[in-house]
């Protein structure tokens, strides 16, 4: 295994490598399939972290890192338009708890780096907001207790993963679920359609906004 080939997994836009990231084939729809082969992690932090940071260090040993990765996909909010679509300035891991040594939540110990990961980096005209990443489905009540405007379940390992790699992060994310309580998968899956499109058509302007300099690496 360890010496198998990479799968052709990344994408040429303007001179630059993009790896598109994604946590689960539900989210991979008809859209998306038509213009990316993206690395499907697995759904949480765990399998993202290990997915993400073992594709980098493939693709670093083989002389192709990436220039920039996108990590796409769907995201739970109770404040936000539903089936809207974001790009996250920000990820918290809101899992993360040693308040019984003193350290605040949401704080790793003796970490070197924030609680809060910024995302600087950015498409133009694409509405920006908050994003939480943890290994639980947020419903309901459950969104009381969180600061940030939207909730997934992998983005902040991705991020870890590509800050170790030195790579810049987007991450984009529709929102799937939120206003109501979820009551089973199809709460999640019943408008993921629409959200596959709406990524295509985000992507879809990267190149130009890396020719014309209104995405700057």
């Known amino acids: 295994m360890r010496n198998a080939p990479l799968p052709a997994l990344q994408t040429t836009a303007s001179g630059h490598c993009i790896l598109y990231v994604m946590a689960a084939e539900q989210e991979y729809g008809p859209h ?3 213009r990316i082969s993206p690395l499907i992690t697995g759904v949480g932090p765990i399998e993202a972290a290990i997915t993400t940071a073992t594709a980098l260090t493939r693709l670093a040993q083989v002389g192709t890192p990436p220039d920039l990765i996108v ?14 679509l974001y790009q996250a300035d920000s990820v918290a891991w809101r899992d993360i708890n040693a308040a019984p040594l003193g350290i605040a939540p949401g704080t790793t ?9 910024p995302l600087p980096l950015r498409l133009p005209d694409l509405p920006s907001a908050s994003l939480s990443t943890g290994g639980d489905i947020v419903t309901g009540k459950g969104f009381d207790a969180i600061a940030q405007d939207m909730v997934d379940m992998e983005t902040y390992a991705i991020a870890r993963a590509a800050m170790v790699a030195q790579t810049p992060l987007i991450a984009l994310r529709g929102i799937s679920d939120g206003q109501a309580p979820v009551t089973g998968l199809h709460d999640w899956t019943e408008y993921l359609h629409i959200i596959d499109a709406k990524l295509a058509t985000a ?12 995405l700057c690496l």
């Not at 990590?71 to 809207?84: D, E, M, Q, V």
């Open 71 to 84: 990590s796409l996909g769907s995201a739970g909010s109770a404040r936000l338009s539903h089936c809207g």
């Open 32 to 34: 998306l399939r038509a």
């Open 203 to 214: 992507i879809d302007t990267i190149p130009a906004a890396l020719e014309t300099g209104l």
């Open 109 to 117: 110990p003796f970490a070197t780096f924030p609680a809060i990961l």
